[in-house]
């Protein structure tokens, strides 16, 4: 069981907005779920949650002194009470009063103490209008049966009002104060602040967060130690080597008593051998726990973190309730995925978005009920939200039912506005098409209204989205339905991102914003009006120095040039930096304001190794990109003498499966290396004896001959013995590492924990860089 929360801390009237919170969203869910429902449900179970909410408001309301909640709440539990013994029918007109009345207890229930006496002047009217409008309809007798509905017509109504979608608008009823629902601002309004609670355990979680990260950190400092150690052993193992010799030349010599302490050296100097390898084993394993345990921390409070998507979400049934009404609409929204978690700041900053999307679903989209009918459809629109978890993201789609957006109107609207000639809007697929929706006062809607027609919407969401590393996408099916495809990280607070050095600085760049990582040869960059081009897949793509947009100086020449493609569409580049570090997953903390918001940068992190690291901003970077191109005078990234290109240093890959071998050589080929392969231990050792090789990346288990058979005769050799030798083995077997590590071999590396950096890491450690 759950230790109970301590509220010893809150004021009673803290107390009360946390429970008046909790009930009202009770009460206005419990009325919209009535108002879709039939009669048989007005008179059931589903009364009785909104009885005792508003019986719970009562009571709260009595305890810290705000009579006129507790008269607002009577009157509702009133209107309850006849509702259950079937007196009344909560039609939508008396919905729209008892939806009033949570309004005004939700105001209440989020003012300060101080502002309580002013608040209750100023809505002095509008609570008297409310509250009189509540006893009208909880005391009226049983109604007539109503008379059989009026046949839908086809045609569109003169001039439509609210109630056009509304069937029940026509039954007598009590009249009811309008005017005075109209002083009650709508309920997304002044939204519910965060429980103190959570906004106590909001700056607690941050720096749980940030000591998690700390302690991440410190694990993944122990991967220098262990690699200084690995040089060690190599320094040793030539030292030894060095002895062995020094012992032959003493033998040959015949000084016995030099032979006897040389032999004594190396009898001594065995068991250093030995210890070194257990403390790199002790240390690797120590490692291994450390990085557990810290990224276990970092779940948890990640977790801590995540909020299910219905906090962020509650009040949308609500707000499209209205917002069709006063459309003369009839609209429901279904939300699923409710218990989906969603890191508390992304489910905070897409509520805007979403509040955009279901606007336009319901103006521009859903059809009016008469136009609904004569298209065999349900009166009813319906829109459904859904949040779920997929690939490591957090999606959200958005369906209607309505009519669709027809791109041939947008094709014309685009000719229409000279956005461009009739012949390349022809040429142009519904996919681009539908991107001009995007567009800041792009609209199709001919009318402006309060709510749409302005060009404002969508842009908005396309820029919110991105700005949480998101993406959006619509699709729309003419006559039966709008889809947009909203994806987000599950969180911000840790983002995976691909680290590079520029001039000698690391940068990070989100991974959801890579499009694609690139070795581009100085022979494959072709120059057009000062401009530089690489062919992708058959398509050209400018090259920029990241440099010269970072105003960091002339990049260094290379034979290889790293390049990141970052962008879409038309707006897509390829940005050239020093140095591909790879992935990693930084922990992301926010500039300190007084810097304001600084050009190409969205934040800072640090590394795994500690070092601090700026986040780039891609939208900035494109901004900038396009700028530099502009004015021209674009830094040149080919090397103008071939002559001085330095020959690739050579890899032997020896493995009997022809995935790893192809997927070595790739990695290794990708980075600049020359790259042979060899299909077993013998295969290999034919090879090695036949060319000028740097490196030897070699299996364990093999037929014919096996890894360590292979390194034993390579180190050997008279000639051989001095190159370096890497095992890469699937099997982490402690007798395979100590038969490699006695054998010779200068790395051992574990498939288990194996990805492309690690490996990358490894030779460049061993080798250095591609060019000899």
């Not at 009785?48 to 909410?53: G, I, K, L, S, V």
């Not at 040389?262 to 690797?284: F, G, N, Y």
């Not at 360590?708 to 077997?733: A, F």
Request: glycine share 8%; hydrophobic share 45%.
């Amino acid at each position: 069981m759950s230790e109970p929360e301590d509220l010893s801390g809150f004021s009673m009237l803290e107390l009360f907005r946390m429970e008046a919170e909790s009930q009202t969203q009770a009460l206005t869910d419990g009325l919209l779920a009535l108002e879709r429902g039939n009669e048989a449900n007005n008179r059931g179970s589903a009364i009785e949650p909104m009885m005792r909410a508003a019986h719970s408001i009562k009571g709260a309301a009595a305890i810290v002194g705000l009579d006129v909640i507790v008269q607002l709440a009577h009157g509702m539990e009133d209107a309850f009470i006849a509702a259950q013994h079937g007196k009344l029918r909560l039609t939508p007109n008396r919905v729209d009063v008892l939806l009033a009345g949570v309004d005004l207890i939700v105001q209440c229930s989020h003012l300060k103490e101080s502002d309580v006496p002013a608040w209750l002047a100023a809505s002095q009217g509008a609570i008297t209008g409310t509250m009189n409008a509540i006893a009208g309809i909880a005391f009226l007798p049983e109604p007539l049966e109503p008379a059989p509905a009026p046949a839908m017509s086809s045609m569109p109504p003169a001039a439509p009002g609210p109630e056009a979608a509304l069937p029940e608008a026509a039954l007598p009823e009590a009249p009811f104060p309008e005017a005075a629902l109209r002083d009650v601002p709508p309920p997304d309004a002044a939204m519910a602040p965060a429980r103190p609670a959570h906004a106590k355990a909001a700056p607690l979680g941050d720096r749980l967060l940030s000591l998690a990260s700390e302690s991440r950190i410190g694990a993944h400092q122990m991967r220098p130690l262990i690699d200084t150690m690995q040089r060690f052993k190599r320094s040793q193992s030539e030292l030894l080597t060095a002895l062995d010799d020094l012992r032959d030349a003493i033998a040959q010599n015949g000084d016995a008593a030099l032979q006897e302490k040389a032999a004594l050296v190396l009898q001594r100097s065995q068991p250093l051998k030995q210890t070194t390898l257990a403390q790199i084993a002790d240390m690797e394993n120590y490692e291994r726990r450390l990085l557990n345990v810290s990224q276990q921390l970092v779940d948890e409070v990640l977790a801590i973190r995540m909020r299910p998507f219905r906090d962020g979400v509650q009040h949308f049934p609500r707000m499209v309730r209205d917002l069709a009404r006063a459309l003369g609409k009839d609209v429901r929204l279904e939300i699923r995925g409710e218990d989906t978690l969603v890191d508390r700041d992304i489910l905070a900053r897409i509520e805007n978005p979403l509040n955009h999307m279901l606007r336009n679903a319901v103006d521009h989209g859903l059809e009016m009920p008469y136009e609904r009918a004569a298209a065999g459809k349900d009166v009813c629109g319906t829109i459904v939200m859904e949040a779920r978890h997929r690939g490591g993201m957090l999606n959200i789609d958005i369906v209607d039912d309505g009519r669709g957006v027809d791109p041939e109107r947008i094709r014309a609207a685009v000719v229409a506005r000279r956005m461009a000639t009739g012949a390349m809007a022809d040429a142009m697929s519904i996919p681009e098409l539908m991107e001009f929706l995007f567009l800041p006062a792009f609209s199709l809607k001919e009318d402006i209204t309060e709510i749409s027609g302005r060009g404002v919407g969508l842009d908005i969401v396309q820029d919110t989205i991105r700005q949480q590393n998101g993406t959006v996408r619509i699709e729309s099916r003419p006559g039966l339905g709008f889809h947009t495809f909203i994806t987000l990280p599950l969180t911000q607070s840790i983002v995976r991102a691909l680290v590079v050095d520029v001039r000698g600085e690391a940068y990070a760049i989100p991974i959801v914003k890579v499009e694609r990582v690139a070795q581009v040869p100085q022979s494959a960059i072709h120059t057009l009006e000062n401009k530089q081009f690489f062919d992708l897949d058959g398509e050209h793509l400018g090259l920029v120095s990241s440099a010269q947009v970072l105003e960091l100086g002339d990049m260094e020449h290379h034979e290889l040039l790293p390049v990141i493609v970052i962008g879409s569409g038309a707006r897509r580049y390829g940005l050239v930096v020093d140095v591909i570090r790879g992935e990693q997953s930084l922990a992301v903390q926010s500039i300190e304001p007084v810097f304001g918001k600084l050009r190409d940068i969205s934040a800072a992190a640090l590394l795994n190794d500690g070092k601090p690291v700026l986040l780039l901003d891609v939208p900035d970077l494109l901004l900038s990109i396009e700028k530099l191109l502009a004015e021209g005078g674009l830094h040149q990234l080919a090397r103008a003498d071939p002559a001085t290109q330095r020959r690739m240093k050579r890899i032997l890959v020896v493995d009997d499966s022809l995935t790893v071998r192809e997927m070595e050589r790739k990695l290794l080929a990708g980075r600049g290396f020359e790259v042979d392969i060899a299909v077993d231990g013998m295969d290999g050792w034919n090879v090695v004896r036949s060319g000028d090789y740097d490196l030897v990346i070699t299996d364990v288990d093999m037929p014919r001959m096996d890894g360590i058979e292979l390194v034993n005769l390579i180190k050997k050799d008279i000639h051989l013995h001095k190159l370096p030798v890497m095992i890469v083995s699937y099997k982490d077997r402690p007798e395979d590492r100590a038969r490699g590590l006695a054998a010779g071999a200068d790395y051992y590396l574990t498939k288990g924990s194996f990805h492309d950096e690690t490996l990358l890491d490894a030779v460049r450690d061993l080798i250095g860089d591609p060019h000899r």
